[in-house]
């Protein structure tokens, strides 16, 4: 029961750790920039789950909140947290219990995993957009504009990516009794 407990731990620590190093990978495209936050989202739920990839995005979010340089561009603190993009770091939580659920209650396939992690996306952007519209005092028709469609074509991209790798790592990780 404890070794459990602690490799719950230490699974949770390591997304939150692998989702720290992909935010920093960026590259910019049209007017936004792109991270592989979100990607680390999609890993993260398809690799561990729900319940312990929303744990790892809590940690995530903690460890950024408390000043570590862990969000995109090297960012952390409680200012990004309630700037104009911390919503899409607080969407990251439901992100992952909502895409990890969704294959809980399905199965562990591509298919599966990418529905779940499109819908995922879509739960990122919408607290993405939430926040930018009150932050930003925007309209909701100027927040789509700016906070969701850029994101859409590389978002797919990205749950593309994260289905294909989550679930061939996931196989290889359960294969040797890792998870």
Do not use: C, D, H
């Amino acid at each position: 029961m404890q070794s459990s407990k602690l490799r719950a731990l230490i699974l949770a620590s390591i997304f939150a750790a692998i989702t720290a190093i992909l935010a920093q990978l960026q590259v910019q495209l049209w007017l936004v920039p792109f991270s592989g936050q979100t990607l680390a989202v999609g890993l993260t739920a398809t690799i561990i789950g729900s319940k312990l990839g929303a744990l790892s995005m809590f940690a995530y979010l903690l460890i950024g909140l408390i000043g570590l340089p862990v969000f995109s561009g090297l960012s952390g603190g409680p200012q990004v947290l309630v700037g104009p993009t911390g919503g899409y770091i607080f969407g990251f939580i439901a992100t992952a219990y909502i895409t990890g659920l969704i294959l809980e209650k399905t199965s562990f396939n591509f298919k599966m995993a990418l529905i779940a992690n499109i819908v995922g996306m879509l739960v990122t952007l919408a607290f993405g957009m939430t926040q930018l519209k009150f932050v930003a005092e925007l309209s909701w028709s100027a927040a789509m504009v700016s906070g969701v469609y850029p994101f859409l074509i590389v978002g797919v991209i990205k749950a593309i990516l994260a289905s294909w790798l989550g679930i061939m790592i996931r196989n290889r990780l359960t294969k040797a009794n890792l998870l």
